[in-house]
Nanobody, 114 residues
Framework: QLQLVESGGGLVQAGGSLRLSCVVSGSIFDSVDMGWYIQVPGKPRELVASISKTGRTEYADNVKGRFTISRDNSKTTVYLQMNSLKPKDTAVYYC????????WGQGTQVTVSS
């Protein structure tokens, strides 16, 4: 059974950086496109970054130029490097396939103070 375990969140001041990690159990990681999602209370999850199985990346406009998604297939892990963080980036961050078709993990909370 596939399992997603996110980590790396925390409290950071505006302008700071964090690196999130998501370890995916299961043997099909290198054959799927992955994504990072954010969720704030009262709103649905929103895809902010995706990476294809071949390494092509796409970003939502609100994170473009600040966030970088990457993957290490040997570690079945996808990363999200977040720089120049803003208070509006405060959210719970989740990873999943780029279409969100797996069961969701617990997410990791990112809080950016002003």
């Amino acid at each position: 059974q596939l399992q997603l375990v996110e980590s790396g969140g925390g409290l950071v001041q505006a302008g700071g950086s964090l690196r999130l990690s998501c370890v995916v159990s299961g043997s099909i990681f290198d054959s799927v496109d992955m994504g990072w999602y954010i969720q704030v209370p009262g709103k649905p999850r929103e895809l902010v970054a995706s990476i294809s199985k071949t390494g092509r990346t796409e970003y939502a406009d609100n994170v473009k130029g600040r966030f970088t998604i990457s993957r290490d297939n040997s570690k079945t892990t996808v990363y999200l490097q977040m720089n120049s963080l803003k208070p509006k980036d405060t959210a719970v961050y989740y990873c999943n396939t780029d279409t969100g078709r797996w069961a969701w993990g617990q997410g990791t909370q990112v809080t950016v103070s002003s």
